[in-house]
């Protein structure tokens, strides 16, 4: 049973530039959380979607955006890229609220 | 904005040695979590603790939660160099809301 799949594992973008970062849930789970994780810090909550809606937001600017599908996978958009964007951005499915699956993550660089 | 707090923030053992690290957090919490993350990948769910439990195991790792002081600590016993790693503990700030997570801490276990 695949866990929780994040691509593309790096990625070199250029500021101001729009990337998309995708996650496949866990099979079975039906919710999936967005983190980001700058380097020697903890995860930040970016959001969460549940049934296709952004259910909660954590405190990102509305260049982030995201996308659940009807098969449960997720996108994240981040658009006008900062420098201060560079992290490892992590997703996370799990039956409803509890009972988190993280992916390996999403290095992401922007120069 | 982060919930909880690990202490120390680096922790250096020799294996064999016993590891303990401390979380203290800000609000009351129905369950709390401990994470471990290897090199800056996926975080790997280690244990969770609820509010009306003090002390749980799992292996060789021991939880203690103290709802009074808003603390809880993370015993791994006899250490392994295949422990290093952050270890980061994580609570919802309440109900149902997504999870918040500290800054991590990050142990060395020395062969």
């Known amino acids: 049973d695949a866990g929780v799949t994040q691509s593309p594992t790096h990625l070199i973008k250029t500021r101001g530039q729009q990337v998309t970062l995708r996650c496949s849930p866990k099979s079975g789970h039906d919710t999936v959380s967005w983190y980001q994780q700058a380097l020697g810090q903890g995860p930040q909550f970016i959001f969460q979607y549940y049934e296709e809606e952004e259910r909660q937001r954590g405190n990102f600017p509305d260049r982030f955006s995201g996308h659940q599908f009807p098969n449960y996978s997720s996108e994240l958009n981040v658009n006008a890229l900062l420098l201060g964007d560079s992290a490892l951005y992590l997703c996370a499915s799990s039956p409803g609220q509890h009972g988190y699956t993280f992916g390996s993550g999403t290095r992401l660089t922007v120069v | 904005s982060q919930q909880g707090e690990e202490d120390p923030q680096a922790l250096s053992i020799q294996e064999g040695e016993n590891a303990t690290m401390n979380c203290s957090y800000k609000t009351s919490i129905n369950n709390l979590q401990w994470y471990r993350q290897n090199s800056g990948r996926g975080l790997v769910h280690l244990i969770l603790?609820?509010?009306?439990?003090r002390e749980k195991h799992s292996g060789r790792l021991r939880v203690t939660l103290d709802t009074s002081k808003k603390s809880s600590s993370l015993l791994i016993t006899a250490s392994r160099a295949a422990d290093t790693a952050s270890y980061f503990c994580a609570t919802p700030i309440s109900g149902n809301t997504p999870l918040v997570f500290g800054k991590g801490t990050r142990l060395s276990v020395i062969a």
């Open positions: 603790i609820r509010s009306n439990e």
